[in-house]
């Protein structure tokens, strides 16, 4: 079995280890007493995604405005943006991007409070951060992440739910099994998209996350262009590209964005765009050449978690049926050391 | 002569007049005196690129850490992000846009300080904020935007100079208007691309923002598919798609970044990538099929008003040698009403 196969079956395991293991006590104790004005977090790639989620679950059920870091302010330009007042998070799989941890040593320095979250609890962004949430995922071989994602996704849920309780998380690891269990499918119809040659992925709301990472999945896997956007930026020049055929992943399940992504759907429809949908809504679902359903019960708040998982199985074997190096993608390599 | 064509040739007049007519004396008495602890910045499409232009200025120059705002957080959750202490800013061409206008809304009522960037002072969103800085461009024709993206640069770059003094904001006119004439060679050797399905372009710190922008000029205007990175961020997994004969630009002017986008094009090279450059630096330039020249004199902190221009052009006499209808794209309305 490939790396990438067992590390995404994984994944229900390590989100329920991660759910029952953590110890949020300190680090909440912590922020309510620095009661930060803001939060900033760092990241590259897939974490970066994991930021995206962040922006839109700590805005909403916190009311924490987010900034995502510009690292190279700090690392190239020698300059460090004032965030005294500022819940500093790192978030990184491997804990060694160099910039990342730049942004998190200024921001001690600066008197902020900080926190990393990592798969690697020695690593040196976790040892320079005043706080560590460990992912506890085992090693991930495979060079693009997938459980590491999710685990990140997690914590991030699980720090939200430990400030302001919300619903849903104990079924986490069970919506992603029936999840993973329902992509099965994708194998039985991938084949008509071995010669797509670009794609664009959609989303909204907490899924604008789930929509650049599926695109990275994407690139990262299949070598194809794609392009991930919010519905709203996508409206405003993008969908210009859109001809017959072209080929688009909608990331729609039900909550607040899916009439929104609806109307897409329904415009995509009238441009001859080939949809394939992730959704737990029937209608969204009906627009698709292919659907990618999702369980009916996932919360809003929590469907980033499950609604990537049908996107990294459709990079895996659209990836597999183009002949590619699913586990070692040529070019690329596990950790990055941004300057 | 088309709209597009004309709007890119008044720049050097639009940035000319907002230089020597804009007055920032009350907004920078009231910045100093409310002395934010961040900015927020609510933008869509190519006035989001002028936000992330600021995103770099406002950090470097003014160790002010700078969010993006996610509107839908405000327009589809109903949620409030506490912006209480903040500079929270609209930018947008029409100053139209419903869900820009909620986020300052919104800080109004949380008493932060608000102010609006647009080409129209009777606009809703000039209206609502408590500030306003007027582009003055005279009305833009074209529904893809030049002149009033590089006077939105211009106007982040007056309000830090305002704030902390910088050189060479005086030579800027100039400077825009020497890269114009150079950019006329585009049309010689334009001809080879007509028939490219995909590109890439890449710029890093101040430069990210050309490299948003290029690339959703090329989108808007040119029907193809174009990705945006940063340097690091390409490192992180899509430069996996670089192939023989891909097309990449490289927004890569002196300065801080110059080392790091070098190592990237040395790198392209031995991937047999091809590389179009937009530089003022000799190696660099060496790089490329064909240069895209800067003026040798533009300071690193305003090359991304003179560096998108070359981009403009060539996106422009791109649409042009593949047929399309460049004023007016298919499927894009100039003012775009985001919910």
Same mark, same amino acid.
């Given at each position: 079995?490939?790396?990438?196969?067992?590390? $995404?079956?994984?994944?229900?395991?390590?989100?329920?280890?991660?759910?029952?293991?953590?110890?949020?006590?300190?680090?909440?104790?912590?922020?309510?007493?620095?009661?930060?004005?803001?939060?900033?977090?760092?990241?590259?790639?897939?974490?970066?995604?994991?930021?995206?989620?962040?922006?839109?679950?700590?805005?909403?059920?916190?009311?924490?405005?987010?900034?995502?870091?510009?690292?190279?302010?700090?690392?190239?330009?020698?300059?460090?943006?004032?965030?005294?007042?500022?819940?500093? $998070?790192?978030?990184?799989?491997?804990?060694?991007?160099?910039?990342?941890?730049?942004?998190?040593?200024?921001?001690?320095?600066?008197?902020?409070?900080?926190?990393?979250?990592?798969?690697?609890?020695?690593?040196?962004?976790?040892?320079?951060?005043?706080?560590?949430?460990?992912?506890?995922?085992?090693?991930?071989?495979?060079?693009?992440?997938?459980?590491?994602?999710?685990?990140?996704?997690?914590?991030?849920?699980?720090?939200?739910?430990?400030?302001?309780?919300?619903?849903?998380?104990?079924?986490?690891?069970?919506?992603?099994?029936?999840?993973?269990?329902?992509?099965?499918? $994708?194998?039985?119809?991938?084949?008509?998209?071995?010669?797509?040659?670009?794609?664009?992925?959609?989303?909204?709301?907490?899924?604008?996350?789930?929509?650049?990472? $599926?695109?990275?999945?994407?690139?990262?896997?299949?070598?194809?262009?794609?392009?991930?956007?919010?519905?709203?930026? &996508?409206?405003?020049?993008?969908?210009?590209?859109?001809?017959?055929?072209?080929?688009?992943?909608?990331?729609?399940?039900?909550?607040?964005?899916?009439?929104?992504?609806?109307?897409?759907?329904?415009?995509?429809?009238?441009?001859?765009?080939?949809?394939?949908?992730?959704?737990?809504?029937?209608?969204?679902?009906?627009?698709?050449?292919?659907?990618?359903?999702?369980?009916?019960?996932?919360?809003?708040?929590?469907?980033?978690?499950?609604?990537?998982?049908?996107?990294?199985? &459709?990079?895996?074997?659209?990836?597999?049926?183009?002949?590619?190096?699913?586990?070692?993608?040529?070019?690329?390599?596990?950790?990055?050391?941004?300057?």
């Amino acid at each position: 079995m490939l790396h990438i196969e067992r590390e $995404i079956n994984e994944q229900p395991d390590v989100i329920r280890r991660l759910i029952k293991e953590t110890d949020l006590d300190k680090l909440i104790a912590a922020i309510r007493d620095f009661d930060p004005t803001f939060v900033m977090i760092a990241a590259r790639g897939t974490s970066d995604n994991a930021a995206r989620y962040a922006q839109y679950s700590f805005g909403i059920h916190l009311k924490l405005p987010v900034a995502l870091a510009t690292p190279s302010v700090h690392t190239l330009y020698g300059a460090q943006p004032i965030v005294s007042r500022a819940l500093v $998070i790192g978030i990184s799989q491997s804990g060694s991007s160099l910039d990342v941890r730049q942004v998190i040593e200024d921001a001690n320095q600066q008197g902020a409070l900080t926190l990393s979250i990592t798969n690697d609890e020695e690593s040196p962004l976790a040892q320079t951060s005043q706080f560590h949430i460990p992912l506890n995922c085992g090693e991930e071989i495979s060079v693009a992440a997938t459980k590491t994602y999710t685990a990140e996704l997690t914590a991030i849920a699980l720090l939200v739910n430990a400030l302001q309780p919300q619903t849903g998380l104990d079924k986490l690891p069970e919506l992603v099994s029936r999840t993973i269990q329902s992509s099965e499918r $994708i194998q039985d119809w991938i084949q008509r998209y071995r010669y797509a040659s670009h794609l664009a992925v959609i989303g909204r709301g907490y899924n604008y996350a789930t929509a650049y990472e $599926i695109s990275l999945k994407v690139k990262e896997l299949c070598y194809i262009t794609s392009e991930e956007y919010s519905e709203a930026d &996508f409206r405003h020049g993008p969908i210009a590209v859109v001809q017959d055929g072209f080929p688009v992943i909608a990331v729609a399940p039900q909550g607040k964005t899916l009439p929104l992504m609806q109307d897409l759907l329904a415009d995509l429809r009238t441009k001859n765009a080939e949809c394939l949908v992730i959704s737990n809504d029937d209608g969204a679902l009906s627009y698709a050449m292919y659907p990618m359903p999702l369980p009916g019960d996932v919360p809003e708040w929590l469907s980033p978690v499950t609604a990537v998982i049908p996107g990294q199985i &459709f990079a895996m074997q659209l990836a597999l049926s183009m002949g590619h190096k699913v586990d070692r993608p040529t070019g690329l390599t596990k950790v990055t050391i941004t300057r």
